[in-house]
C-alpha cells in the first residue's frame, strides 16, 4: 500500500509493531489508518463497531494489519493478542466514551474503562520485551468546580459523572503502576489527555457536529442541551500526532516522558456550544436549536487545558484552530453525504494537516 502519510517525523513508526485497542472507534480508526499507511504492522484489539455508519467499515487496510474483534475485558484473548504480537507500542483507546451513557450503564463504563486499563497494566507488567503505551483517558479526569481555570497535569483529580470517576480512577491506577512496576523496567507508560475531538467519521450518539449536520439535511430542529458549555474543540489530528509523537520518545527515552499529557487547543481557542452552531449557520448551514431541558445529568459548564507542558517538551502544539477544526469536519461530513470517498477525505485532511494549511 502507498505510503500516504509523507511526514519524516513518522518514519520511526515504519515497520514497528503496533498494537491499538479501539481501533474500531472514531480516534481509533483514524490511528489505524495513519499508521497503516504509514507501513507499520498494526494489530488492532475492539469489540464491533456500534455505529451505522461507521468509519472503520469504510476503511480500507493493507495485508499487514490484522483486526481482532473482543472485549478488552476478556483477559485471557487480550494477553494472548498482545504476548503473541510482541507490539513495540500499545495505544489504549478502549472506551464507554460517552457521560450520558455512563449514568445509564456506570457499572458498565467502569468494567470498560477503568478494568479494561488494569487488564493492560497487567498484561505489561509481565512482559520483559521492551514497549512503550499510550492510555488515552479524557480532559474530564480534573476536578472541575466551573471556575474557569485552565487544567494542568499536576492538578486535582475528580470526577462527578460516572465516565469523568472511571478516566480518574484509570489515571490513579496508571500512576500507581508506573511508581510500583515500571520505573525500572522494559515498559514505559504515559497517559494523555486530550480535549473535544471532532473531525469527520464520528457517529457516536451526543456528538455536536454529526447531530448539527443530520439536523440541517434531513431539515429537524437542533436539540442541544447546554449551548453555553464551553469546551476545548480540536480536530482528531491534533492529539493523534501528539500521541505519535509522545510514544516515539517515550520508546526511545522512558525517563523524561513517562506520565501524564494535556493535548487541547491553544488557552485562548476555546469557544462555547452556541458559537459552533454559528460557525456552522456562517458556512451555509441552516440551522434551528432548542435547548433540551429534559436532560438532568451533570456536565461541567467550563473546560479547558493547559498545553505547555506538550508545547515545551514535546515541541508539539495545534496547527489549526478551532474554527478552522470545526470547519474542516463539517465540510468532511458534507462531503460525505455527497458520496465522496471516505478514505480519500480523510487523506485530504491529512494531507492538509501536515502542510498546515
Not at 499510550?134 to 465516565?163: A, H, I, M, Q, S
Request: positive net charge; proline residues 3%.
Amino acid at each position: 500500500m502507498e505510503n500516504m502519510v509523507e511526514d519524516n517525523s513518522l518514519d520511526f513508526f515504519i515497520n514497528k509493531k503496533i498494537f491499538i485497542t479501539g481501533h474500531t472507534g472514531f480516534k481509533g480508526s483514524w490511528l489505524s489508518y495513519i499508521l497503516d499507511r504509514n507501513k507499520s504492522i498494526v494489530k488492532g484489539y475492539s469489540l464491533s463497531p456500534n455505529t451505522n455508519p461507521s468509519l472503520f467499515t469504510k476503511l480500507k487496510f493493507s495485508s499487514q494489519f490484522t483486526s481482532v474483534i473482543s472485549n478488552i475485558n476478556d483477559y485471557s484473548k487480550l494477553k494472548e493478542e498482545i504476548v503473541s504480537f510482541s507490539p513495540d507500542i500499545i495505544f489504549h483507546l478502549a472506551a464507554q466514551p460517552l457521560v450520558i451513557e455512563s449514568y445509564k450503564e456506570p457499572r458498565y463504563t467502569f468494567d470498560t474503562n477503568f478494568t479494561g486499563t488494569l487488564n493492560i497494566l497487567e498484561i505489561l507488567r509481565e512482559m520483559d520485551s521492551k514497549c512503550a503505551c499510550v492510555f488515552v483517558t479524557t480532559d474530564k479526569v480534573y476536578y472541575n468546580d466551573d471556575t474557569n481555570n485552565k487544567f494542568k497535569e499536576k492538578d486535582k483529580l475528580g470526577g462527578k459523572d460516572p465516565y469523568s470517576a472511571s478516566k480518574a480512577a484509570s489515571e490513579i491506577l496508571i500512576n500507581s503502576y508506573l511508581n510500583s512496576y515500571f520505573l525500572e523496567s522494559n515498559i514505559s507508560i504515559a497517559s494523555v489527555r486530550a480535549g473535544n475531538v471532532i473531525g469527520g467519521g464520528d457517529w457516536s450518539s451526543y456528538r455536536l457536529i454529526p447531530d448539527i449536520i443530520n439536523s440541517h439535511i434531513n431539515n429537524i430542529k437542533l436539540s442541544i442541551r447546554y449551548p453555553n458549555a464551553v469546551r476545548p474543540w480540536q480536530h482528531v489530528l491534533e492529539p493523534l500526532f501528539g500521541y505519535l509523537s509522545l510514544a516515539k520518545k517515550l520508546y526511545l527515552n522512558k525517563s523524561n516522558y513517562s506520565g501524564a499529557w494535556n493535548f487541547g487547543p491553544e488557552e485562548d481557542d476555546i469557544k462555547a456550544v452556541r458559537d459552533v452552531i454559528k460557525i456552522a449557520q456562517d458556512e451555509g448551514l441552516s440551522l434551528d436549536y432548542s435547548e433540551n431541558k429534559k436532560i438532568k445529568f451533570h456536565e461541567s459548564k467550563f473546560l479547558s487545558l493547559d498545553i505547555s507542558k506538550a508545547k515545551k517538551t514535546l515541541l508539539w502544539k495545534p496547527k489549526w484552530n478551532s474554527e478552522t477544526a470545526i470547519k474542516k469536519t463539517i465540510q468532511w461530513y458534507l462531503n460525505f453525504y455527497k458520496k465522496n470517498n471516505t478514505e480519500k477525505l480523510m487523506e485530504n485532511d491529512i494531507k492538509s494537516y501536515l502542510k498546515n494549511e
